[in-house]
């Protein structure tokens, strides 16, 4: 079984076969697909997603890369959200998908943090792990996850250094790794993904995004076509790890969902008719 730890299922990529792609991704033994908003416009929508699959589930936050788009009036909505959540047949597994990205650009720089830390502080106070974008702003968003101290979380897609991988590690968050991993020439998430203490890492999809390397075809211009990423992919991704690991896949499955389920407990009650933990994982 497997835990698709970040997948933004509710995109309009998924719209025309949305229960099609579900059920297909059940039967290749993903059980749970969690599904972070990226701004208060989706906060309803993912709910609504999660309400109407039952291996689906939410995290409700404000994306970095959505700051711009936002008001302060926003996080106050989401607080409010969060307060009456408690409630939910199925209560958000996380507060996510925040973080930084100074890819794209710094000069909001200051309303990137400011949400970020104000968010940070909503998962402090709900007891809530979170799910972090983290692009080329790994040692300032280390920084803050030290001054306020959440309950562990993922940190998605990463692609930082060992050091900075085993600083999170000490700050009890796990590292997400997917269709990236899957490419040969990705050096330097591949050695991340063989080499980080196995107890760490979890998978995702990211789907529609980052296409695992079966999905991309390379034109003879050359020119990379990428296909829709999807979280039945998750499978093939998990071989992957396992081959990287020289473990079987049965025993990745198996450790990377105890992970998932160990940062995120708030799936836990949400699994018991479709998850049984293993009794031996290596």
Known sequence: ??????????AAEFDAERDEESNQAREQGVVAIVVPSVCQANFEVVIKLA??????????GIHPMYVNQSQI????????????AITFDKPPVAIGEIGLDFFVTTENR?????????????AKAFDLPVIM??????????????????????????????????????????????GAM?????????????????????????????????????????IEIKARNSPKELIKIAQVLSDLRGLKLAQVSDITTKNALDILPKLIPQLTDLYTPPHVLL
């Open 133 to 178: 974008h983290v692009r080329r702003a790994v040692d300032d968003v280390l920084k803050y996850c030290k001054q306020i101290k959440v309950k562990g979380g993922i940190v998605h897609a990463f692609n930082g250094s060992c050091q900075q991988a085993n600083e999170f590690i000490k700050l009890g968050f796990k590292l997400g790794f997917g």
């Open 73 to 84: 009036t926003d996080l106050a909505a989401l607080k409010t959200l969060l307060q009456q």
């Open 110 to 122: 200051d309303q990137q943090i400011y949400f970020f830390t104000e968010q940070l502080k909503l």
């Open 1 to 10: 079984m497997l835990i698709d730890t970040h997948c933004h299922f509710d």
């Open 51 to 60: 309400q109407q699959h039952a291996h689906v589930h939410y995290a409700l």
């Open 182 to 222: 899957t490419y040969p020439r990705a050096l330097k998430i591949r050695a991340l993904a063989e080499n980080l203490p196995i107890e760490a890492i979890v998978l995702e999809t990211d789907a529609p995004d980052i296409p695992p390397i079966w999905l991309t075809q390379t034109t003879q211009k050359p």
